[in-house]
């Protein structure tokens, strides 16, 4: 089954303490994003990739890292969270076109609470 | 990047045609608008996509003027199940801005 999965679905941790969003999607798609989505203000991206070791910053990339290792992983790191990251994260995925991308297909999500 | 300008919610009945208009006053000329949808606790799912004048498949139609400078999404005869978020999504390029959506509500 075509699909994009997120671990954990659910994550409580403190200020400080390191963290890894973990993001996989079987579908061979070149283009993998991380948004989050709070309250009021819809869903925001933080960084994209288009291949492996491709990566740039979305709207929202303050706070967060990724990286492109393997084309069908694109986890997202917080090495020091704040509550201000308090936030539902979906990963995305899609194929590339030119000059834009397919349809994205999302995961089911994590919710993260800093404390 | 285009930005869109959405109601902020819509009610309707089961049965009924709903159309939910999206504003994108600053499209550029190789945006796509497209459409997704939204349940609770869910990532979104793509519904539709369009450049211009109509396309449908077999859940919506969309209908874009000649300017582009709008769109809309036509859901014939909703139903309960229809009730989600609706976001319309104007991109060319590989960052993406989603704006706040259209909560919809569909009645009984």
């Known amino acids: 089954e075509a699909q994009v999965t997120q671990n954990p679905r659910y994550l409580i941790t403190v200020t400080g303490k390191k963290l890894t969003v973990t993001c996989s999607q079987n579908m061979n798609h070149e283009y993998m994003s991380w948004y989050r989505q709070d309250p009021g203000l819809g869903l925001r991206q933080i960084y994209y990739s288009m291949n492996v070791e491709v990566t740039d910053k979305g709207d929202v990339p303050e706070g967060y890292k990724v990286s492109r290792k393997e084309k069908r992983n694109f986890p997202l790191i917080l090495e020091s969270p704040s509550p201000n990251q308090t936030s539902l994260y979906f990963c995305?995925?899609?194929?590339?076109?030119?000059?834009?991308?397919?349809?994205?297909?999302f995961g089911p999500g994590t919710r993260l609470t800093v404390l | 990047l285009a930005k869109t300008t959405q109601p902020i919610s819509m009610d309707s009945y089961e049965g009924q045609e709903v159309n939910i208009t999206c504003s994108h006053n600053?499209?550029?000329?190789?945006?796509?608008i497209t459409w997704y949808q939204q349940f609770p606790s869910q990532g979104p799912r793509f519904i539709i996509q369009?450049?211009?004048t109509k396309v449908t498949n077999e859940v919506a139609s969309l209908f874009i003027p000649a300017d582009r400078k709008s769109s809309t999404l036509s859901l014939p005869r909703v139903s309960l199940s229809d009730t989600a978020v609706y976001y319309c999504?104007?991109?060319?390029?590989?960052?993406?801005?989603f704006g706040t959506g259209t909560r919809l509500k569909v009645l009984a």
């Open positions: 600053n499209i550029a000329t190789n945006d796509y």
């Open positions: 995305a995925s899609s194929l590339l076109l030119a000059g834009a991308t397919d349809t994205q297909y």
């Open positions: 369009g450049y211009k």
């Open positions: 999504l104007v991109s060319g390029t590989y960052k993406y801005i």
